[in-house]
DNA sequence: GGGACCTTACTGACCTGTCAGTAAGTTGTC
DNA sequence: GACAACTTACTGACAGGTCAGTAAGGTCCC
Protein backbone atom coordinates (compact mmCIF):
# COMPACT_ATOMS: atom_id res chain seq x y z
CA UNK A 1 0.00 0.00 0.00
CA UNK A 2 1.41 3.12 -0.60
CA UNK A 3 0.75 6.27 0.69
CA UNK A 4 -1.06 7.06 3.59
CA UNK A 5 0.25 9.85 4.75
CA UNK A 6 1.77 10.30 8.58
CA UNK A 7 3.08 13.26 10.63
CA UNK A 8 6.56 13.31 10.10
CA UNK A 9 8.39 15.53 12.60
CA UNK A 10 9.89 18.11 10.85
CA UNK A 11 11.31 21.22 13.20
CA UNK A 12 10.24 24.59 11.92
CA UNK A 13 12.94 26.66 11.05
CA UNK A 14 13.05 29.30 14.57
CA UNK A 15 14.63 32.90 13.66
CA UNK A 16 17.15 33.82 10.66
CA UNK A 17 18.40 31.19 8.32
CA UNK A 18 21.54 31.08 7.20
CA UNK A 19 22.33 31.27 3.23
CA UNK A 20 24.52 28.30 4.23
CA UNK A 21 21.84 26.44 6.06
CA UNK A 22 19.33 26.64 3.19
CA UNK A 23 21.54 25.47 1.01
CA UNK A 24 22.51 22.46 3.09
CA UNK A 25 19.07 22.17 3.41
CA UNK A 26 18.00 22.12 -0.22
CA UNK A 27 20.78 19.43 -1.18
CA UNK A 28 19.67 17.27 1.35
CA UNK A 29 16.06 17.44 -0.31
CA UNK A 30 17.74 17.07 -3.78
CA UNK A 31 19.49 13.75 -2.83
CA UNK A 32 16.59 12.23 -1.34
CA UNK A 33 14.27 12.73 -4.61
CA UNK A 34 17.13 11.58 -6.41
CA UNK A 35 17.66 8.47 -3.95
CA UNK A 36 13.58 7.88 -4.00
CA UNK A 37 13.95 7.67 -7.40
CA UNK A 38 17.42 5.68 -7.93
CA UNK A 39 15.76 3.41 -5.52
CA UNK A 40 12.68 3.45 -6.90
CA UNK A 41 13.97 1.99 -10.16
CA UNK A 42 16.76 0.22 -8.85
CA UNK A 43 16.00 -1.20 -6.05
CA UNK A 44 17.81 -0.37 -2.65
CA UNK A 45 20.39 -3.31 -3.03
CA UNK A 46 21.06 -2.59 -6.97
CA UNK A 47 21.00 1.61 -6.36
CA UNK A 48 24.25 2.59 -5.96
CA UNK A 49 25.20 6.20 -3.55
CA UNK A 50 27.17 6.75 -7.06
CA UNK A 51 24.34 6.88 -9.20
CA UNK A 52 22.50 9.33 -7.12
CA UNK A 53 25.17 11.44 -6.53
CA UNK A 54 25.19 11.47 -10.22
CA UNK A 55 21.71 12.50 -10.39
CA UNK A 56 22.64 15.28 -7.87
CA UNK A 57 25.81 16.36 -9.47
CA UNK A 58 27.90 15.83 -6.74
CA UNK A 59 30.48 13.10 -5.81
CA UNK A 60 29.29 9.67 -3.88
CA UNK A 61 31.02 11.12 -0.54
CA UNK A 62 29.27 14.09 -0.75
CA UNK A 63 26.51 12.28 -0.28
CA UNK A 64 27.59 9.97 2.93
CA UNK A 65 28.65 13.70 4.28
CA UNK A 66 24.81 14.62 4.65
CA UNK A 67 23.32 11.12 5.64
CA UNK A 68 25.89 9.16 7.19
CA UNK A 69 25.83 5.87 5.55
CA UNK A 70 23.16 4.59 2.62
CA UNK A 71 21.01 2.69 5.54
CA UNK A 72 20.21 6.05 6.90
CA UNK A 73 19.76 7.63 3.68
CA UNK A 74 17.34 5.03 3.52
CA UNK A 75 15.11 5.63 6.16
CA UNK A 76 15.44 9.40 5.49
CA UNK A 77 13.71 7.99 1.95
CA UNK A 78 10.60 6.70 3.56
CA UNK A 79 10.56 9.58 6.00
CA UNK A 80 10.38 12.06 3.34
CA UNK A 81 7.95 9.68 1.08
CA UNK A 82 5.64 9.71 3.75
CA UNK A 83 5.95 13.81 4.30
CA UNK A 84 5.63 14.33 0.21
CA UNK A 85 2.64 12.46 0.28
CA UNK A 86 0.90 14.11 2.87
CA UNK A 87 1.87 17.68 1.02
CA UNK A 88 0.77 16.48 -2.70
CA UNK A 89 -2.42 15.13 -1.23
CA UNK A 90 -3.25 18.39 1.08
CA UNK A 91 -4.45 16.94 3.42
CA UNK A 92 -3.58 17.65 7.66
CA UNK A 93 -4.69 14.80 9.15
CA UNK A 94 -6.38 11.29 7.48
CA UNK A 95 -10.20 11.31 7.10
CA UNK A 96 -11.94 8.94 9.04
CA UNK A 97 -15.02 6.52 9.04
CA UNK A 98 -15.97 5.81 5.42
CA UNK A 99 -13.83 8.91 4.14
CA UNK A 100 -10.74 7.03 4.77
CA UNK A 101 -11.73 4.50 2.18
CA UNK A 102 -12.28 7.71 -0.46
CA UNK A 103 -9.58 8.68 0.45
CA UNK A 104 -7.12 5.50 -0.45
CA UNK A 105 -8.92 5.39 -3.93
CA UNK A 106 -8.16 8.89 -4.60
CA UNK A 107 -4.62 7.46 -3.65
CA UNK A 108 -4.44 5.05 -5.94
CA UNK A 109 -5.61 7.21 -8.21
CA UNK A 110 -2.99 9.90 -7.63
CA UNK A 111 -0.54 6.83 -7.76
CA UNK A 112 -1.40 5.56 -11.19
CA UNK A 113 0.20 8.86 -12.01
CA UNK A 114 3.47 7.89 -10.67
CA UNK A 115 4.86 5.02 -11.33
CA UNK A 116 8.92 5.86 -9.86
CA UNK A 117 7.39 6.25 -6.68
CA UNK A 118 4.74 3.77 -6.27
CA UNK A 119 7.90 1.36 -7.75
CA UNK A 120 9.80 2.66 -4.99
CA UNK A 121 7.87 1.60 -2.10
CA UNK A 122 6.51 -1.70 -4.03
CA UNK A 123 10.43 -2.62 -4.22
CA UNK A 124 11.36 -1.65 -0.60
CA UNK A 125 8.74 -2.85 1.28
CA UNK A 126 9.31 -6.27 -0.32
CA UNK A 127 12.86 -6.28 -0.07
CA UNK A 128 12.61 -5.27 3.52
CA UNK A 129 11.40 -8.88 4.09
CA UNK A 130 14.71 -10.06 3.39
CA UNK A 131 17.12 -11.30 6.31
CA UNK A 132 19.03 -7.85 8.45
CA UNK A 133 17.14 -5.64 5.87
CA UNK A 134 17.78 -1.97 7.46
CA UNK A 135 13.89 -1.16 6.45
CA UNK A 136 12.45 -4.06 7.98
CA UNK A 137 11.16 -2.35 11.41
CA UNK A 138 10.11 0.38 9.53
CA UNK A 139 7.71 -1.25 7.34
CA UNK A 140 6.69 -3.50 10.14
CA UNK A 141 5.77 -0.73 12.31
CA UNK A 142 4.15 0.82 9.41
CA UNK A 143 1.84 -2.14 8.81
CA UNK A 144 1.15 -2.26 11.62
CA UNK A 145 -0.28 1.34 12.15
CA UNK A 146 -1.85 0.93 8.62
CA UNK A 147 -3.84 -2.02 10.49
CA UNK A 148 -5.00 0.03 13.75
CA UNK A 149 -6.11 3.02 11.15
CA UNK A 150 -7.93 1.06 8.80
CA UNK A 151 -9.49 -0.93 11.32
CA UNK A 152 -10.66 1.77 13.29
CA UNK A 153 -12.17 3.34 9.95
CA UNK A 154 -14.29 -0.16 9.56
CA UNK A 155 -15.42 0.05 13.08
CA UNK A 156 -16.61 3.51 12.45
CA UNK A 157 -18.27 2.48 9.02
CA UNK A 158 -19.51 -1.01 10.59
CA UNK A 159 -21.39 0.71 13.70
CA UNK A 160 -24.13 1.94 12.14
CA UNK A 161 -24.96 -1.39 10.59
CA UNK A 162 -24.22 -5.22 11.75
CA UNK A 163 -21.09 -5.07 13.86
CA UNK A 164 -18.83 -8.12 12.28
CA UNK A 165 -16.49 -9.90 14.57
CA UNK A 166 -13.47 -8.34 16.24
CA UNK A 167 -11.29 -10.85 13.94
CA UNK A 168 -12.96 -10.25 10.68
CA UNK A 169 -12.11 -6.04 10.94
CA UNK A 170 -8.71 -7.13 11.78
CA UNK A 171 -8.43 -9.44 8.48
CA UNK A 172 -10.49 -7.28 6.28
CA UNK A 173 -7.98 -4.41 7.40
CA UNK A 174 -4.98 -6.67 6.39
CA UNK A 175 -6.56 -7.16 2.93
CA UNK A 176 -7.39 -3.79 1.73
CA UNK A 177 -3.99 -2.93 2.22
CA UNK A 178 -2.37 -6.10 1.03
CA UNK A 179 -4.72 -5.22 -2.10
CA UNK A 180 -3.46 -2.14 -3.18
CA UNK A 181 -0.10 -3.45 -2.20
CA UNK A 182 -0.24 -6.51 -4.79
CA UNK A 183 -2.14 -4.41 -7.22
CA UNK A 184 0.82 -2.09 -7.51
CA UNK A 185 3.17 -4.74 -8.72
CA UNK A 186 0.92 -6.05 -11.24
CA UNK A 187 0.17 -2.66 -12.42
CA UNK A 188 3.83 -2.03 -12.06
CA UNK A 189 4.83 -5.20 -14.54
CA UNK A 190 1.26 -4.44 -17.09
CA UNK A 191 0.40 -1.02 -16.91
CA UNK A 192 -1.92 -1.76 -19.98
CA UNK A 193 -3.51 -4.89 -18.45
CA UNK A 194 -4.11 -3.47 -14.84
CA UNK A 195 -6.07 -0.18 -14.17
CA UNK A 196 -4.88 0.66 -10.34
CA UNK A 197 -7.77 3.10 -9.43
CA UNK A 198 -10.24 0.51 -10.62
CA UNK A 199 -9.14 -2.39 -9.29
CA UNK A 200 -8.38 -0.75 -6.26
CA UNK A 201 -11.62 0.52 -5.65
CA UNK A 202 -13.56 -2.51 -6.93
CA UNK A 203 -11.49 -4.33 -4.21
CA UNK A 204 -12.15 -1.98 -1.34
CA UNK A 205 -16.10 -1.95 -2.61
CA UNK A 206 -15.88 -5.68 -2.37
CA UNK A 207 -14.75 -5.91 1.16
CA UNK A 208 -16.52 -3.00 3.11
CA UNK A 209 -19.84 -4.48 1.24
CA UNK A 210 -18.52 -7.86 2.31
CA UNK A 211 -18.10 -6.72 5.93
CA UNK A 212 -21.44 -4.67 5.93
CA UNK A 213 -23.67 -7.01 3.95
CA UNK A 214 -23.60 -4.85 1.80
CA UNK A 215 -25.71 -1.65 3.66
CA UNK A 216 -22.73 0.86 2.31
CA UNK A 217 -22.30 3.10 -0.25
CA UNK A 218 -19.82 2.47 -3.20
CA UNK A 219 -16.39 4.53 -2.84
CA UNK A 220 -15.04 5.97 -6.05
CA UNK B 1 0.29 -14.66 -5.61
CA UNK B 2 2.64 -17.62 -4.08
CA UNK B 3 1.98 -20.80 -6.00
CA UNK B 4 -0.69 -21.88 -8.75
CA UNK B 5 0.70 -25.02 -10.33
CA UNK B 6 2.36 -24.91 -13.89
CA UNK B 7 3.01 -27.73 -15.81
CA UNK B 8 6.23 -27.98 -16.37
CA UNK B 9 8.19 -29.36 -19.28
CA UNK B 10 10.47 -31.71 -17.63
CA UNK B 11 11.26 -34.44 -20.25
CA UNK B 12 10.79 -37.90 -18.95
CA UNK B 13 13.94 -39.93 -18.99
CA UNK B 14 14.48 -42.89 -21.75
CA UNK B 15 16.19 -46.03 -21.57
CA UNK B 16 19.18 -46.90 -19.51
CA UNK B 17 20.45 -43.47 -17.04
CA UNK B 18 24.21 -43.42 -16.72
CA UNK B 19 25.12 -42.97 -12.88
CA UNK B 20 26.73 -39.79 -13.84
CA UNK B 21 23.55 -38.37 -15.17
CA UNK B 22 21.93 -39.16 -12.49
CA UNK B 23 24.50 -37.35 -10.43
CA UNK B 24 24.33 -34.47 -12.35
CA UNK B 25 20.57 -34.42 -12.24
CA UNK B 26 20.88 -34.79 -8.17
CA UNK B 27 23.57 -32.23 -8.20
CA UNK B 28 21.19 -29.36 -9.80
CA UNK B 29 18.16 -30.20 -7.65
CA UNK B 30 20.99 -29.66 -5.15
CA UNK B 31 21.73 -26.08 -6.18
CA UNK B 32 18.12 -25.19 -6.54
CA UNK B 33 16.81 -25.99 -3.69
CA UNK B 34 19.68 -24.06 -2.07
CA UNK B 35 19.56 -21.39 -4.40
CA UNK B 36 15.40 -20.80 -3.96
CA UNK B 37 16.72 -20.36 0.19
CA UNK B 38 19.41 -17.88 -0.37
CA UNK B 39 17.06 -16.22 -2.62
CA UNK B 40 14.51 -16.05 -0.65
CA UNK B 41 16.40 -15.39 2.67
CA UNK B 42 18.39 -12.26 1.12
CA UNK B 43 16.68 -11.78 -2.26
CA UNK B 44 17.96 -12.62 -6.00
CA UNK B 45 20.60 -9.25 -5.59
CA UNK B 46 22.47 -9.94 -2.14
CA UNK B 47 22.54 -13.63 -2.12
CA UNK B 48 25.52 -14.39 -3.52
CA UNK B 49 26.76 -18.06 -5.88
CA UNK B 50 29.02 -18.45 -3.29
CA UNK B 51 26.43 -18.33 -0.42
CA UNK B 52 24.40 -20.76 -2.57
CA UNK B 53 27.84 -22.99 -3.48
CA UNK B 54 28.86 -23.43 0.29
CA UNK B 55 25.19 -24.64 1.01
CA UNK B 56 25.45 -27.48 -1.51
CA UNK B 57 29.37 -28.09 -1.02
CA UNK B 58 31.14 -27.11 -3.89
CA UNK B 59 32.44 -23.53 -5.29
CA UNK B 60 30.16 -21.07 -6.91
CA UNK B 61 32.44 -21.94 -10.32
CA UNK B 62 30.81 -25.29 -9.96
CA UNK B 63 27.35 -23.61 -9.98
CA UNK B 64 28.18 -21.68 -13.02
CA UNK B 65 29.33 -25.06 -14.82
CA UNK B 66 25.83 -26.43 -14.13
CA UNK B 67 23.20 -22.87 -14.80
CA UNK B 68 25.54 -20.70 -16.84
CA UNK B 69 25.12 -17.40 -15.26
CA UNK B 70 23.41 -16.39 -12.06
CA UNK B 71 20.12 -15.23 -14.46
CA UNK B 72 19.75 -18.39 -15.91
CA UNK B 73 19.70 -20.04 -12.46
CA UNK B 74 17.33 -17.42 -11.19
CA UNK B 75 15.02 -18.46 -14.08
CA UNK B 76 15.75 -22.36 -13.19
CA UNK B 77 14.42 -21.72 -9.50
CA UNK B 78 11.19 -19.92 -10.60
CA UNK B 79 10.43 -22.89 -12.92
CA UNK B 80 11.82 -25.37 -10.21
CA UNK B 81 9.43 -23.76 -7.66
CA UNK B 82 6.11 -24.13 -9.51
CA UNK B 83 7.03 -27.67 -10.49
CA UNK B 84 7.74 -28.21 -6.85
CA UNK B 85 4.13 -26.89 -5.79
CA UNK B 86 2.47 -28.78 -8.14
CA UNK B 87 3.66 -32.36 -6.93
CA UNK B 88 3.01 -31.38 -3.12
CA UNK B 89 -0.75 -30.08 -3.71
CA UNK B 90 -0.43 -33.12 -5.51
CA UNK B 91 -2.88 -31.86 -8.41
CA UNK B 92 -2.18 -32.66 -11.73
CA UNK B 93 -4.57 -30.22 -13.32
CA UNK B 94 -6.15 -27.04 -11.69
CA UNK B 95 -9.11 -27.47 -10.28
CA UNK B 96 -12.10 -24.84 -12.05
CA UNK B 97 -14.86 -22.76 -11.62
CA UNK B 98 -15.66 -22.03 -7.28
CA UNK B 99 -12.77 -25.43 -7.02
CA UNK B 100 -10.39 -22.69 -7.89
CA UNK B 101 -10.86 -20.35 -4.99
CA UNK B 102 -11.64 -23.19 -3.00
CA UNK B 103 -7.79 -24.57 -4.12
CA UNK B 104 -6.51 -20.92 -3.66
CA UNK B 105 -7.30 -20.89 0.29
CA UNK B 106 -5.98 -24.82 0.51
CA UNK B 107 -3.00 -23.31 -0.92
CA UNK B 108 -2.62 -20.45 1.52
CA UNK B 109 -2.73 -22.46 4.48
CA UNK B 110 -0.24 -25.25 3.12
CA UNK B 111 1.96 -21.47 2.29
CA UNK B 112 1.26 -20.50 5.81
CA UNK B 113 3.73 -23.41 6.98
CA UNK B 114 6.59 -22.59 4.18
CA UNK B 115 7.66 -19.25 5.16
CA UNK B 116 10.58 -19.77 3.22
CA UNK B 117 9.18 -20.69 -0.14
CA UNK B 118 6.90 -17.82 0.45
CA UNK B 119 9.41 -15.06 1.05
CA UNK B 120 11.26 -16.31 -2.17
CA UNK B 121 7.93 -15.76 -4.46
CA UNK B 122 7.19 -12.41 -2.47
CA UNK B 123 10.47 -10.66 -2.72
CA UNK B 124 11.55 -12.20 -6.20
CA UNK B 125 8.03 -10.59 -7.85
CA UNK B 126 8.86 -7.57 -6.33
CA UNK B 127 12.35 -7.10 -7.25
CA UNK B 128 11.53 -7.89 -10.79
CA UNK B 129 9.80 -4.96 -11.37
CA UNK B 130 13.23 -2.85 -11.14
CA UNK B 131 15.08 -1.83 -14.30
CA UNK B 132 16.71 -4.76 -16.51
CA UNK B 133 15.47 -7.72 -13.65
CA UNK B 134 15.69 -10.85 -15.67
CA UNK B 135 13.01 -12.14 -13.75
CA UNK B 136 10.79 -9.59 -14.84
CA UNK B 137 9.21 -11.25 -17.90
CA UNK B 138 8.79 -14.34 -16.45
CA UNK B 139 6.68 -12.26 -13.80
CA UNK B 140 4.71 -10.54 -16.81
CA UNK B 141 4.02 -13.79 -18.04
CA UNK B 142 2.65 -15.34 -14.59
CA UNK B 143 0.87 -12.55 -13.57
CA UNK B 144 -0.98 -12.35 -17.26
CA UNK B 145 -1.56 -15.86 -17.39
CA UNK B 146 -2.80 -16.63 -13.45
CA UNK B 147 -5.52 -13.44 -14.74
CA UNK B 148 -6.48 -15.61 -17.53
CA UNK B 149 -6.62 -18.72 -15.03
CA UNK B 150 -8.45 -16.46 -12.47
CA UNK B 151 -11.13 -14.45 -14.62
CA UNK B 152 -12.20 -17.96 -16.12
CA UNK B 153 -13.21 -19.37 -13.02
CA UNK B 154 -14.92 -16.35 -12.25
CA UNK B 155 -16.88 -16.38 -15.23
CA UNK B 156 -18.13 -20.27 -14.09
CA UNK B 157 -19.12 -19.09 -11.18
CA UNK B 158 -21.46 -16.35 -11.85
CA UNK B 159 -22.61 -17.64 -15.11
CA UNK B 160 -25.48 -19.40 -12.24
CA UNK B 161 -26.05 -16.18 -11.51
CA UNK B 162 -25.69 -12.55 -12.38
CA UNK B 163 -23.08 -11.85 -14.87
CA UNK B 164 -21.04 -9.16 -14.62
CA UNK B 165 -19.12 -6.10 -17.25
CA UNK B 166 -16.06 -8.02 -18.60
CA UNK B 167 -14.04 -5.25 -17.11
CA UNK B 168 -15.05 -6.24 -13.17
CA UNK B 169 -14.38 -9.87 -14.22
CA UNK B 170 -11.29 -9.07 -14.70
CA UNK B 171 -10.53 -6.45 -11.86
CA UNK B 172 -11.68 -9.19 -9.55
CA UNK B 173 -9.10 -11.69 -10.75
CA UNK B 174 -6.40 -9.02 -10.34
CA UNK B 175 -7.82 -8.40 -6.93
CA UNK B 176 -7.84 -12.20 -5.52
CA UNK B 177 -4.37 -12.00 -7.05
CA UNK B 178 -3.18 -9.16 -5.33
CA UNK B 179 -4.57 -9.57 -2.00
CA UNK B 180 -2.78 -12.83 -1.74
CA UNK B 181 0.77 -11.34 -2.38
CA UNK B 182 0.09 -8.27 -0.40
CA UNK B 183 -1.03 -10.30 2.60
CA UNK B 184 1.57 -12.53 2.07
CA UNK B 185 4.37 -9.83 2.27
CA UNK B 186 2.43 -8.56 5.65
CA UNK B 187 2.59 -12.10 6.98
CA UNK B 188 6.05 -12.22 6.36
CA UNK B 189 7.00 -8.99 8.50
CA UNK B 190 4.55 -10.09 11.40
CA UNK B 191 3.01 -13.70 11.27
CA UNK B 192 1.31 -12.58 15.31
CA UNK B 193 -0.28 -9.98 13.38
CA UNK B 194 -1.83 -11.77 10.06
CA UNK B 195 -3.76 -15.04 9.70
CA UNK B 196 -2.42 -15.61 6.44
CA UNK B 197 -4.94 -18.35 5.60
CA UNK B 198 -8.13 -16.74 7.13
CA UNK B 199 -7.52 -13.22 5.66
CA UNK B 200 -6.74 -14.83 2.67
CA UNK B 201 -9.97 -16.71 2.49
CA UNK B 202 -11.95 -13.30 3.80
CA UNK B 203 -10.63 -11.57 1.09
CA UNK B 204 -11.39 -14.04 -1.66
CA UNK B 205 -14.93 -14.26 -0.51
CA UNK B 206 -15.54 -10.81 -0.02
CA UNK B 207 -14.74 -10.80 -3.86
CA UNK B 208 -16.87 -13.63 -5.18
CA UNK B 209 -19.82 -12.36 -2.53
CA UNK B 210 -19.53 -8.91 -3.93
CA UNK B 211 -19.26 -10.05 -7.64
CA UNK B 212 -22.49 -12.57 -7.61
CA UNK B 213 -24.60 -10.36 -5.35
CA UNK B 214 -23.97 -12.72 -2.19
CA UNK B 215 -25.03 -15.41 -4.39
CA UNK B 216 -22.34 -18.04 -3.48
CA UNK B 217 -21.27 -20.51 -0.89
CA UNK B 218 -18.07 -19.31 0.79
CA UNK B 219 -14.67 -21.22 0.45
CA UNK B 220 -13.10 -22.19 3.29
C1' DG C 1 39.33 -57.29 -20.07
C1' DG C 2 42.39 -53.76 -20.63
C1' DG C 3 43.76 -49.59 -22.36
C1' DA C 4 43.01 -45.30 -25.45
C1' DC C 5 40.04 -41.58 -25.80
C1' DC C 6 36.44 -38.47 -24.82
C1' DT C 7 33.16 -36.17 -21.66
C1' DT C 8 31.54 -34.44 -17.40
C1' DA C 9 31.97 -32.31 -12.99
C1' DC C 10 34.19 -30.00 -10.83
C1' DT C 11 38.44 -26.86 -8.22
C1' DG C 12 41.37 -22.98 -7.48
C1' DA C 13 43.50 -19.09 -9.07
C1' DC C 14 42.59 -15.04 -11.12
C1' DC C 15 40.46 -10.88 -13.48
C1' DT C 16 37.59 -7.04 -13.69
C1' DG C 17 34.28 -4.27 -11.87
C1' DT C 18 31.63 -2.17 -8.27
C1' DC C 19 30.52 -0.96 -3.91
C1' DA C 20 30.33 1.65 0.83
C1' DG C 21 33.03 3.99 3.56
C1' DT C 22 37.23 6.96 5.11
C1' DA C 23 40.72 10.43 5.40
C1' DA C 24 42.80 14.45 3.96
C1' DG C 25 42.70 18.52 1.43
C1' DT C 26 40.08 22.72 -0.73
C1' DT C 27 36.75 26.41 -1.10
C1' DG C 28 33.51 29.70 0.22
C1' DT C 29 30.48 31.64 3.75
C1' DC C 30 29.66 33.48 8.32
C1' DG D 1 39.73 31.92 11.36
C1' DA D 2 36.39 28.49 12.11
C1' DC D 3 33.33 25.60 10.18
C1' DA D 4 30.20 23.51 6.69
C1' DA D 5 30.15 21.55 2.34
C1' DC D 6 32.15 19.55 -0.34
C1' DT D 7 36.16 16.87 -3.77
C1' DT D 8 39.85 13.82 -4.60
C1' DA D 9 42.00 9.80 -3.73
C1' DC D 10 41.98 5.80 -1.78
C1' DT D 11 40.96 1.09 0.80
C1' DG D 12 39.10 -3.30 1.56
C1' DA D 13 35.50 -6.29 0.67
C1' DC D 14 33.05 -8.81 -2.37
C1' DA D 15 30.74 -9.76 -6.58
C1' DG D 16 30.17 -12.64 -11.12
C1' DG D 17 32.55 -14.67 -14.53
C1' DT D 18 36.74 -17.01 -17.05
C1' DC D 19 40.05 -20.39 -17.54
C1' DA D 20 43.32 -24.06 -17.16
C1' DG D 21 43.81 -28.10 -14.98
C1' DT D 22 42.34 -32.56 -12.62
C1' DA D 23 39.95 -36.70 -11.43
C1' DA D 24 36.60 -39.84 -12.48
C1' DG D 25 33.07 -42.11 -15.49
C1' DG D 26 31.73 -44.00 -19.64
C1' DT D 27 32.51 -45.85 -24.47
C1' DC D 28 34.68 -48.23 -27.89
C1' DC D 29 38.16 -50.99 -30.02
C1' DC D 30 41.36 -54.67 -29.88
Known amino acids: MTDV ?33 IFGRRGYQRG ?33 RDQADFEELDVDHLP ?25 YAVLSAESVTDDHPAQEWFRARFAGLRVILADALRDVCAEHV ?10 ASVIIGLMDGLQIQWLLDQEAVDLAYTTALGINAVLASLTGGAVAKVE
Not at 5 to 19: A, L, T
Not at 59 to 80: C, M, N, P, Q
Not at 96 to 111: K, P
Open 5 to 37: GESVSNPPPIGKVSMRQRRSVQRRLDILRAAMG
Open 48 to 80: SLIEIAEVVGITHAGILHHFGSKDELLIEVLRY
Open 163 to 172: VPAEEDIGAA
Open 96 to 120: EGLDLFAHLVRTARLNATRPGIVQS
